[in-house]
C-alpha cells in the first residue's frame, strides 16, 4: 500500500495493486508456455463464473468482476470478485472463502495449498477441474451476495 497525499496534507491509502488498461491477452502470452494453456482456461473458467471480462490488476494479477469493500478503519477500496496470477512457483487463483462448502470442496480438489484468499495449484492437471469450477461459481456467489 502506498499513500497518496495532497499538497494540504491529508493523505489516503491507495493499494498498489489497481485496476489497468494493459492486455490481459498479451500477459497471458508472455506467460511460460507450459502454463499458459492453463491460464486461458482459467480466463475461460472465471469470465463464465463472473459474467465479466477480465482486466489486469497490477503487473500480474488477472481478476474479473469488482466490489467495493470498507475496512473497519472506514478505508475503503475496490477490488475483483475473482482472479488468478501465474507465479513462478504456483498458479495462484484468488477466491474467497467463508460459503458453506468451501472446505467440503477443497477436500476433493486434489493436489493443493491454501493461504489468506488464495488457493495455490501447481499445475490444472494436479485437480479435479469440476470440483474447481464449483469452487470459482461458489466463491463468486458468496461475493455478490455478500457485497451487493
Given amino acids: 500500500m502506498r499513500k497518496n497525499c495532497t499538497g494540504g496534507g491529508s493523505c489516503l491509502a491507495v493499494l498498489k495493486t489497481q485496476q489497468n488498461d494493459a ?3 498479451a500477459f497471458l502470452h508472455s506467460v511460460d508456455e507450459k502454463r499458459r494453456e492453463d491460464c486461458f482456461a482459467l480466463l475461460e473458467l472465471m469470465e463464465e463464473a463472473t459474467g465479466a471480462p477480465a482486466k489486469m490488476w497490477g503487473a500480474s494479477i ?9 475496512y473497519a478503519s472506514g478505508r475503503a ?3 475483483f470478485l475473482v482472479g488468478f496470477s501465474p507465479r513462478k512457483q504456483n498458479l495462484t487463483l484468488y477466491i474467497m472463502a467463508g460459503f458453506d462448502r468451501y472446505e467440503a470442496l477443497l477436500a476433493d480438489l486434489g493436489k493443493h495449498s491454501t493461504g489468506k484468499s488464495c ?3 501447481k499445475r490444472l ?9 464449483q469452487l470459482v461459481i461458489a466463491s463468486v456467489a ?3 451476495a455478500t457485497n451487493n
Fill in 142 to 144: 458468496h461475493m455478490q
Fill in 62 to 70: 488477472v481478476g474479473f468482476g469488482e466490489y467495493h469493500y470498507k
Fill in 77 to 79: 477500496a475496490e477490488w
Fill in 125 to 133: 492437471s494436479d485437480v479435479d477441474w469440476d470440483v474447481l469450477r
Fill in 119 to 121: 488457493l495455490y495449484i
Fill in 23 to 25: 492486455s490481459v491477452e
